[in-house]
């Protein structure tokens, strides 16, 4: 007896349909990956209601892989419970550290505006202040990082929007008196913000500091493995609009896999950064008892002149810091060929410690950094400046590859 055919469904729409809108009773401890432009509703008036709710922002409300999905929101929950544990905030996700740097600006300053940025901040963020900032009629005045809340006072104007703030700061290692400089921006109505990559909330909490908004290059430590970019910014709920607005209108967003990337990798943070902070305490110590470099530049080292903010603001240090050669080798008119070869020689071949941008992962990190350009409120003055990220490798082999670059160093200056 033969069966009546079924009638087929055509290949196409097989294609189309197969396997699609599963609901399994399956809970897994990682929010799941998706990968995500469309968004589905089920009828005209959801789709209108969701946009009405994504316009202002509201919580898990998307329209659109931009806005998110259930892999973004995570990550912009965890962050938000994270970084602004204690306090009413928000995160938001952009591509890069950098891309939530100008986010965040763009989103609080218009032509005719002021804004006061420290000297020792992030190069390519000055960058971005003196370049397309300016360009926009926006004008700003970097200040000595060691200012206090009176020096401070002096430089506000009318104008004045928008207060940013890195500590320690990039490549010299400045403390800020954060709470001091919060507290004034606040009662001047002026948003303060703060870039938190070095210390993480491991060790630095910007929001108990009254800051408002908070820059997280999530590259760095949160991903931890130098596999991808990120950055997000966290805001308190008061200013969460005027950046949500910034963060629409400039299509910032990220891809479902490499948010799902930091989520996995922002579970061992805690464990990372108090291992970075050991193996860079103890390289620190030790570049400190060595007769070719001047100063070390790590706030945890009692000799730094920021270690009494440090040690009054901060719970702990992350494995970034630099040190500054003497500077006696150099002198003269060959100083700068013997610079160059003196460089070359301690930073390359080095077996633990690569040659690299960017630090926060994993890897060990050497770099000379050249900041004359980079410094306008005063002038840096010192030797050659070196900045080394300490990874997760043992300490004791870490201070053997130096020890190594010194002996080549050496070598080369004859
Ligand atoms: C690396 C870095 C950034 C930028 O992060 P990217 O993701 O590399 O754009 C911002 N601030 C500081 C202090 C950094 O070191």
């Known amino acids: 007896m033969s069966q009546t055919p079924q009638p087929r469904t055509p290949i196409d729409t097989l294609f189309a ?38 316009a202002v922002g509201a919580r898990h409300a998307s ?52 804004m006061l940025m420290t000297d020792s901040v992030y190069g390519p963020a000055r960058v ?17 990082p060691g200012i206090d809340a009176e020096g401070l006072a002096g430089l506000i104007r009318p104008e004045t929007k928008v207060l940013y703030l890195e500590s320690p700061g990039s490549y010299t290692f ?12 606040r009662s001047r109505g002026i948003v303060s913000m703060i870039d938190n990559a070095w210390a993480s909330p491991v060790f630095a909490r910007p929001f108990d500091w009254g800051i408002d908004i ?31 607005e910034a963060v629409r209108q400039l299509g910032m967003c ?17 464990v990372r950064m108090r291992a970075h902070q050991a193996s860079g305490l103890a390289v620190a110590s030790w570049l ?11 706030p945890g080292l009692p000799g730094h002149p920021g270690h009494d903010l440090w040690q009054r603001d901060f719970t702990g240090a992350s494995g970034l810091f630099a040190f500054e050669l003497d500077a006696a080798p150099f002198a003269g008119a060959a100083g700068a060929e013997r610079r160059r070869r003196a460089l070359a020689a301690l930073c390359e071949g080095r077996r633990l410690f690569g040659i690299g941008y960017s630090w926060g992962g994993f890897e060990s990190l050497i770099m000379p950094a050249a900041i004359d350009h980079l410094r ?14 300490c990874g997760l490798a043992d300490a004791s082999d870490l201070i053997a590859d130096l020890d190594e670059g010194f002996a080549a160093m050496a070598k080369a200056l004859g």
């Open 63 to 114: 329209t659109y892989g931009t806005v998110g999905t259930q892999t973004t929101f995570a990550l912009m929950d965890a962050l938000a419970a994270i970084e602004g544990e204690g306090h009413a905030c928000r995160a938001a996700l952009m591509p890069s550290g950098l891309a939530a740097i100008s986010t965040a600006l763009l989103g609080f300053l218009q032509p005719g505006d002021h």
């Open 376 to 389: 306008t409120a005063w002038p840096w003055q010192g030797g050659p400046l070196v900045r080394l990220h």
């Open 128 to 144: 971005f202040a003196q370049g397309m900032l300016a360009k926009l009629g926006v004008q700003t005045t970097f200040f000595d």
């Open 17 to 54: 349909e197969a396997g699609r809108g599963m609901e399994l009773p399956i809970r897994t401890a990682n929010p799941p990956l998706v990968r995500a432009s469309t968004v589905l509703f089920d009828s005209l008036e959801q789709a209108a209601a969701t946009g009405r709710r994504t």
């Open 288 to 298: 400190e008892s060595r007769p070719e470099v001047a100063r070390v530049l790590h």
């Open 214 to 244: 908070s820059i997280l290059p999530l590259t760095k430590y949160w991903s931890g493995h130098a596999d991808l970019l990120m950055g997000a910014v966290v805001a308190r709920e008061e200013v969460w609009g005027r950046l949500w």
């Open 254 to 270: 990220v891809g479902g896999d490499d948010a799902w990337l930091v989520l996995r990798g922002l579970r061992t943070v805690g």
């Open 174 to 185: 400045e403390l800020q008196d954060v709470p001091a400089l919060a507290a004034l921006a």
